[in-house]
């Protein structure tokens, strides 16, 4: 079965912070990881797709990286500011479905 | 900028009522789909779309039907309302499947309350 897990839960950190979140997936056959972040009561916005065939992607304070035989996906925040606080989400995409984790809801702390 | 919009942000509903949702996309993408989330269990697809008229059972189809008429438009039908159905959905929508660029795009969520 395809199974998308995410560590932490749940991270609270002070402003400034560069933090790590990391996502797992079960079956290494994906298309393209997605990481998504989602304010409360809100839907889901996309910050970086990883295809498959490639290690990492950014934008702006935002890094992912992509170890496809491993099965595992971080996303890092660089510099974190309390308007990151969300939920972070990632998906795998493995063609006519995507697997999404639980999520990681980060607080930053002023 | 893709926009996903959803026709409602909050409704509530009775046990027993038809219920559509509406999700608009504008981007002229081919694949469509619905998810519900729920606290603890995450998001779980209902069914998906990849061309008008086309349809997917997803992982929670039942209780669901779905109508895609128009590339843009893809419906989902409550045939009768149950307060199990009383949740968060999101309609998303992506270029194409097994794609390279097949990033999915999501509307703001329609909150039901079905009492």
């Known amino acids: 079965k395809q199974e998308v897990t995410q560590i932490p839960a749940a991270l609270s950190v002070p402003e400034g912070e560069n933090l790590v979140l990391n996502c797992s997936f079960t079956?290494?056959?994906?298309?393209?990881l997605q990481w998504f972040r989602q304010d409360p009561g809100k839907g889901l916005t996309s910050l970086l797709l990883?295809?498959?065939?490639?290690r990492e992607q950014t934008s702006g304070r935002l890094n992912a990286s992509l170890d496809k035989s491993s099965g595992r996906s971080t996303l890092y925040i660089a510099a974190s500011q309390p308007g990151d606080s969300a939920t972070y989400l990632c998906?795998?995409?493995?063609?006519?479905?995507?697997?999404f984790g639980p999520g990681t809801r980060l607080s930053v702390l002023p | 900028d893709v926009k996903v919009t959803q026709s409602s942000r909050y409704l509530v509903k009775r046990t027993g009522e038809k219920v559509f949702l509406e999700c608009v996309q504008d981007?002229?993408?081919?694949?469509m789909f619905w998810y519900r989330q729920d606290p603890g269990l995450g998001l779980r697809l209902i069914y998906f779309?990849?061309?008008?008229?086309?349809?997917e059972k997803g992982d929670i189809p039942e209780g669901y039907s779905v109508s895609r008429e128009k590339k843009e438009r893809f419906s989902l039908i409550l045939e009768s309302a149950s307060t199990n159905q009383t949740s968060m959905y999101l309609c998303?929508?992506?270029?194409?499947?097994?794609?390279?660029?097949?990033?999915?795009?999501f509307g703001p969520g329609t909150r039901l309350t079905v009492t």
């Open positions: 998303a929508s992506s270029l194409y499947l097994q794609g390279r660029d097949n990033e999915q795009y």
């Open positions: 079956d290494s056959a994906i298309y393209n």
């Open positions: 990883i295809q498959s065939s490639q």
């Open positions: 998906a795998a995409d493995y063609g006519q479905n995507f697997v």
């Open positions: 981007m002229d993408h081919e694949n």
């Open positions: 779309s990849y061309d008008v008229k086309m349809k």
